[in-house]
């Protein structure tokens, strides 16, 4: 398996533990990721509150550059994910709109077409029935014991039309990965809900509270660690943790691993190998449970 | 026969909400409304919620189905049966008291739409006809004039569980209606005040509204058209406004966005408290070795992207 890795500017910023952790797990399960360096940020849905167009020439011009290498792309964030399949689906189904965009990119020697590229969160080529047996051919250690909470990131999920999970109102994908891993899923309301990133700058007491009913209902439910698929909601979740009243009030604390973290670690790493030391909540409780 | 869940509340007769099951043979093509109107018809009568139209139109029989809004009368029943257990909870619309059963005091949603003054704002005197608009500029508007004030996204927004000062995806969408209206004489006057904080600037994209949304009205789209027209004007002396530009800034100059001074500039620099705020995060990143790089790296071929914005006059 090969694809084009979009990995987008928080991987390689403020969580390069995703990025680190992303390379081992495919290396691990033999799936080749060709980075994609030249590729822009897919606006995060901010560009375009600016300038819709831009974000979508610059978002046009990233999936062009997959299509040239005949690839298919994988993305390891929510956002970037939500943001370019936005763009993938306004040039699909706007030929005018295309066009446009497509006369923008010529001079750099780009151009869009529908439906050459296909863009997924690596969640959903592991949550595939060839992806979980993968998984569980290439398990060193199963996760045996391990409760593990599921949190999606909104733009994986809303639009439901742009989202590749079966049922995004009530997905099961990383539930899926967990229960292949050999951990035991924790299903809870807030799972599929907003982690406050977004306004963490406009209304941070929002935000925060946002961030602060889904772990304590994570952590209520019984999880022993919260995953996910998105850097921002980690930076949310994790970063911002210590600042949570809710929690504080509550004497709670939860680790908070990206997805390619919990898969490495069922692969064989540890967690230093997978940078889990740059966590703000630590995760020592967690390398107890797993010895 | 499968079972109806349904969230009962009499404050006359008990204080607490409770779940009550009612058993139901399910027809093909009935609507969750026809299924609840059953049941209020043959089977409780005090059950009590709202109706009218059956048809998508009226707006009045919002209730959550599974734990998500939606109109009762625009869903087949049989399509929102949880397979494994065969049964159908429904509760009363989220984010406002309940009034009975499922019937909610829309009193704050419609304060809310009263608060972005929704009627066109035009002092010059009226031409001879009508005041006309060309198809162009009404499709700007087209898709905010679709609503029709069902609740449904209200209910499920993310920042209302949190925060009720927030105008929330219904009223900004009204708002929208009329900021893009080209007879109205007042965008500048909506978009400052659609900037003040619980406006525009306080929707976490979750994009909830524009799931639960029955019509194309899809709020959280409809804010971001507002965002745009905020930017255009000037207004830019908020979190908000600051933040889409610093990060416009950055991706115009290396491709990418520079998570070191998005959110000095975000704050603004003479925004001392703001700033202060953002010390303790810094510190905690920075003690454990998660501050993005210093020296903020372009992506490759810098000179496309740039090219990109002068093309498109950014």
Redesign the interface.
Known sequence: MKFALYTG??A?????ELMVSTMKTADALGIDFVEM?????C????????????AD??NA?TISQAAKQDLDMITICSTCQ?NLKKTECKLDSDEEYREKINH??K????QYTTGKTKIKHFANILATPEGLKLLKEKMKRPLTGLKVAAFYG??V????GLSDFED???PTGLEDIFSALGATPVFY?GRT??C?F??V???????H??AG?ALVDAIESGADVVVTGCPLCHLSLD??Q??IDQLRQKGYEIPILHLPQLVALALGHSPRELDM????VSVKELEVKLS | MSVIKIKRYNPEKRKDSYFQEFNVDLQPGSTLLDVLNEIKWEQDGTLTHRMSCRSAICGSCGVKANGHATLACQKQAEFLLDKKTDSITVEPLGNMPVIKDLVTDFKQFWEKVDQVKPFLKNESSPPEKERSQSPEEFKLIDDSSTCIMCGACYSDCNVLEVDDKFLGPAALAKAQRFVGDSRDEATLERVKELSEPGGIWDCTHCGECVERCPKPAQPFYRIKEIMTVALEKGVHDNNGARHALSFTKSVKSSGLLNENTLPVESMGFTNIKGLLELVPVGLRMLLKGKVPPIFHKPCGELNDVKRIFKELDQ
Not at chain 1, 12 to 16: D, E, I, S, V
Not at chain 1, 107 to 110: C, E, K, P, Q
């Open positions: 500017c928080v390689r910023g403020a969580t390069r360096k030249s590729a822009a940020c606006g995060a849905g901010v560009l375009s509150e600016q300038s819709p167009i831009l020439a610059l011009r939500g923008v990119l001079d750099g020697g780009h909104c733009y999920l809303r639009p439901s995004p109102d009530n309301d809900k907003c406050g977004p306004i700058m406009m209304n941070k007491e929002a935000s509270k946002m009913n970063s911002y210590p600042e030391h740059k966590h703000i």
